[in-house]
């Protein structure tokens, strides 16, 4: 699997598509694909070659996929491998620590990890690992049952810095979450939303 992993910048991406095209062509690579595209980008390169699958962001905390992206890749027979789907750890209940990071760490600068929200996404992390307890699963795994509940999602990309962590979360993809776990979750996500709309407003500039 070869993928254009940025649309950046966007007045290459056909030729770097045909570049793919062509390596397929000649059997140097089994599939092409593409990562982070629109759906206006994918359709720009449709014609040239057909898209055999995407790669985007897509996690409890991320969703922007389930507008739009989702539908088209169903519809034009497109897999998603989605990444960051434990949010960079967030989701597991136990995530990695501040004072741990190195300064030039992705996650000081996302602002999931940065206060105040940082606090209420640690709150839904524990949440979400005591509802996974109950059934005797794991926080990383109900994160990766939640976005396999999606019939247009082929695979989930987990990240691991221990041999532990992949045994852990990839028994997630053996979990199929009933009506009652995915009403459950998404109770716990509404009430995430509640409290990031209760912060207080930023002062006007």
């Given amino acids: 699997m070869y993928m254009i992993h940025w649309p950046f910048p966007i007045e290459y ?3 770097a598509w045909e570049t793919l095209a062509e390596l397929k062509k000649e059997g140097k690579v089994g599939e092409i694909g593409v990562s982070n595209f629109s759906v206006e980008q994918m359709e720009m390169i449709k014609p040239v070659h057909p898209i055999a699958f995407l790669e985007p962001p897509y996690s409890m905390l991320e969703r922007g996929v389930e507008t739009g992206i989702l539908d088209y890749c169903s ?3 497109i897999g998603i491998i989605t990444y960051s789907s434990l949010q960079q750890g967030l989701l597991t209940g136990v995530p990695y620590p501040l004072e741990k990071m190195t300064p030039n760490d992705v996650r000081r600068r996302s602002a999931h990890y940065i206060e105040p929200e ?3 996404n640690l709150k839904l992390g524990d949440e979400l690992m005591a509802y996974a307890k109950k059934s005797g699963h794991t926080g990383a795994q ?3 049952a939640w976005n396999l509940r999606r019939p247009e999602v082929t695979s989930a990309i987990t990240g ?5 962590e992949i045994e852990d979360s990839s028994k997630g993809a053996d979990w ?7 009403a459950a979750v998404e109770k716990l996500l509404d009430k995430r939303l509640e409290a990031l709309k209760a912060l207080p407003k930023p002062p006007a500039k």
């Fill in 13 to 15: 991406v056909e030729e």
């Fill in 75 to 77: 519809k034009n027979n």
């Fill in 118 to 120: 940082f606090s209420i």
């Fill in 142 to 144: 109900l994160a990766i």
């Fill in 160 to 164: 691991a810095r221990k041999p532990a």
């Fill in 176 to 182: 199929t979450l009933t009506k009652e776990d995915i």
